[in-house]
């Protein structure tokens, strides 16, 4: 399980340190993706098994289904890690989240996250001022806050 948030610079050849946390559940290879709200999503290779067949149950001729899958698909690469501990983020992914210098990568449970610092600390601040709301209205999550 990913969780957490780090913050890391992207270097000048376009690489980013993914935190030693979460190394070990990554694996030796990995797939990066378009995300959803300007950021991009990295799965274990498990984890992309699990989506992929998920996403391949979507009915083709409902056109939502295919527009989210060609969206999610044709920006996916398999990655590694360098001997650094370090992700080469290819240029279409770092325009798709605005990425330049300063980055965030969230753990969210299955998943890590790399965002534009100043896209996260906005998206966050949205975020904060309806947390109550958004619990309210998850209903059938049931636990204790």
Known sequence: ????????????????IVPSKFRDSLGSTFIMTRGLDQCLFIYPSAEWSVLEKKLK??????????????????????CELDKQG???????????????KESI??????????????????YFQQSESSFNEIAEKL???????
Not at 57 to 78: N, V, W
């Open 57 to 78: 149950a979507l009915p083709l001729m409902k056109s939502d289904a295919r527009a989210f899958t060609r969206f999610f698909f044709s920006g996916a690469t398999e």
């Open 139 to 145: 209903v059938d999550l049931d636990f204790d806050m």
């Open 1 to 16: 399980m990913f969780m957490g948030e780090y913050q890391h610079n992207i270097d000048e050849k376009g690489r980013v």
């Open 105 to 122: 990568l969230i753990g969210v449970s299955n998943r890590i996250e790399v965002w534009n610092k100043e896209v996260w600390e906005g």
């Open 86 to 100: 370090r992700v080469n983020i290819p240029n279409n992914l770092k325009s798709h989240a605005k990425l330049e």
